[in-house]
């Protein structure tokens, strides 16, 4: 093989590796090393309510009208259970995989039941999620995760700090715990 | 000794043009991945199942976690409508009439305030804060001077990204968006 095209291929190799690895690796890698330096996983799942600081420590570039309320869960350790009462005011729940991928979404206008509770577990087949990710049994949400570990987020509107004080009091309503039943 | 060199050079350079084109893909560059108008600038399939690597680490390495369109229709602007880069050091004239959605909020950050030795610093204006216009439309200055009516203090003196937020957008919008009925964004002086 001649040499220059040799060390040619070599580079182009290196510059799909490097392209790759920085696009599937680093962004996951990088959310993940900020929630696990921001919060500790345990066996008792709950929402945190972020301060201002928190909030721009963990999201420097979220809006700030927004109040953020975070579980981070690792379902390996058994399902988790979040439970939403009535609330007044604008609200919406994503759950994010590991790798940082919305899985779920709802808000406070597509939650039809006056308390709205989803089970997120551990998948048996998550190469199968494509196909059945969500099922809906009963009352119930339950979500198979993607991967062990994720977060769920609430998100309120706020107008400004007295707004701030009075939405975290009432976000309290909103539970993340481990799911006994 | 000559082929450790060369192997060294070949991967340094591969891998260093690896990760610049995988950033510029993610900054949005090409448009392969995102839509643009004017300023304006939408991820579509952020927060969806046909989102893909790039679309995810371009919310991921600029600090915001994706979120579908139907929840939250997210446009992103690095430059003014004349295509110069946004200057803090610049006072603009943001102007337009809002498409239907349950609420908004425009806010702006510094894209290179992300150390965690200087907390960088966000502000924002929203749609219960505007005063808006009798034709209901709205006026808001970006500048870091003090304004009349409606004033948005710029986070950086430089590589400032303003962000626009539908919550809630009508099924117009999230279905089939269309860069209708966006803010312009005009400079008006410079310090």
Redesign the interface.
Known sequence: MNGKFF?LL???????????????F???Y??GQKFDNGFVVNARPAFVTLSE?QT???????????LHAVCPFDVSQGPIKISIAPFEH?W?L?I?SQ????YY?I?D?QSIDSKLTIHVRASARVEDD?VKQREMVRDKTVLDAPTPKGWA?LRF?I?NGASRAAIAQQAKTFVCQRDES | MNSLVKFAVASIAGLGLGVFSAQSLIDGYGGLFNKSSGPWTSWPTAGTRSSNPYVRAHYLTHDRLPISQFEINELEARVDDSGAQLDGNCTYDIKGPMPKTRWWSLYNFSSDSGSQTSLPKRAGIGSQQVFYQTDGSFHIKLSNEPQTGNWLIPTGDDELVLVLRHYNPGRSISNQFRFENLPTITKRDCR
């Not at chain 1, 070599?10 to 599937?24: D, E, Q, R």
């Not at chain 1, 721009?56 to 927004?66: G, K, M, T």
């Not at chain 1, 790798?99 to 919305?102: A, E, N």
Request: no cysteine; proline share 6%.
């Open positions: 060390w070599m580079t182009a190799i290196f510059i799909v590796v490097g392209h790759l690895s920085y696009v599937l680093v962004p996951g990088k959310m600081k721009i420590e963990l999201f420097p570039a979220e809006d700030p009208a927004v604008y919406s994503s994010y790798k940082g991928d919305s979404s808000n206008r494509e987020v509107q107008h």
